[in-house]
């Protein structure tokens, strides 16, 4: 279960459009549990009529709005602190109004490919899960070394760098729709997050603000929202502090990339672990 992130805003004073963003979602959820609300049958994208009329005008209106719908709280709330994780800090790095760009874009490419290769043509599609899995892939090449707070099993806090989070849920995602039967009926849209965090890895370079480096390096100390964290966590990449009395061998850096390889593997083999408890 993703918590945090360890990363300050350095250029924005308040990420506006992701707050905007988990407020629309909100919204369009509150709207959709209202008494007799349609609301669901006239933004929801319906696969089986986009194969039918693919780009057809009618349909722009569906694939603009199943993001601001979900199927439930949990479904709500899984993809609004998502969303507040990666978000604004991607918001950071491309200002405003090209973060938006990027998150219509990915969840329209999300949709669009869903479309084609999901579910039963004849089950909706709703939720924010396309659009998010661009601004992850946005999140991955501009920051891989940031640290993020997990909790595994629900119940150990953990800090892993972002590379090895976003990286091994996107192969899951990849693994689950390779292995979907097209028209297979299934509960996530793995197509759609495929297409969304392809789109996202895409366009961050494009989108960035001028100055803004790709990939990185992490903080040389945590923020203070995750400071007190990293004393109750197990962390799976600590920074080096290379000692200034002692130089450096080549020893030293292979028993450094074999602890690294070490932790990789304990966060893989945790990660599954806490899919199946």
């Not at 604004?88 to 290769?117: K, P, S």
């Not at 976003?166 to 299934?186: C, R």
């Amino acid at each position: 279960m993703l918590l945090a992130d360890d990363l300050p805003l350095s250029r924005l004073r308040h990420a506006w459009v992701t707050w905007g963003l988990m407020a629309a979602c909100l919204l369009g959820f509150l709207v959709q549990l209202a008494p007799g609300s349609t609301l669901e049958q006239q933004l929801a994208l319906w696969p089986g009529q986009w194969r039918a009329n693919p780009g057809s005008p009618a349909q722009w209106p569906h694939l603009l709005g199943y993001m601001f719908l979900h199927g439930g709280w949990l479904h709500l709330g899984g993809n609004l602190l998502v969303l507040f994780v990666f978000g604004d800090n991607v918001e950071d790095a491309l200002g405003h109004g090209r973060f938006l760009l990027l998150y219509l874009l990915a969840g329209l490419a999300g949709g669009a490919l869903h479309a084609l290769l999901g579910t039963d043509p004849e089950v909706p599609l709703v939720g924010a899960s396309g659009a998010i899995a661009g601004l992850m892939a946005a999140y991955l090449l501009l920051y891989p070394r940031a640290k993020l707070f997990l909790l595994a099993f629900a119940r150990v806090p953990v800090l892993v760098p972002a590379s090895w989070f976003v990286a091994a849920w996107f192969g899951m995602n990849l693994l689950q729709a390779l292995h979907s039967a097209p028209g297979g009926e299934q509960d996530v849209a793995w197509w759609a997050h495929i297409g969304g965090f392809v789109t996202g890895l895409a366009l961050v370079g494009p989108l960035r603000q001028p100055g803004v480096a790709l990939f990185q390096p992490a903080l040389a100390s945590p923020s203070p929202r995750l400071g007190w964290l990293r004393r109750v966590s197990f962390d799976f990449a600590p920074e080096m502090r290379p000692d200034a009395n002692r130089a450096d061998t080549g020893d030293d850096a292979a028993d450094g990339r074999l602890a690294a390889l070490g932790k990789a593997a304990l966060f893989v083999l945790l990660l599954f672990l806490s899919a199946w408890f």
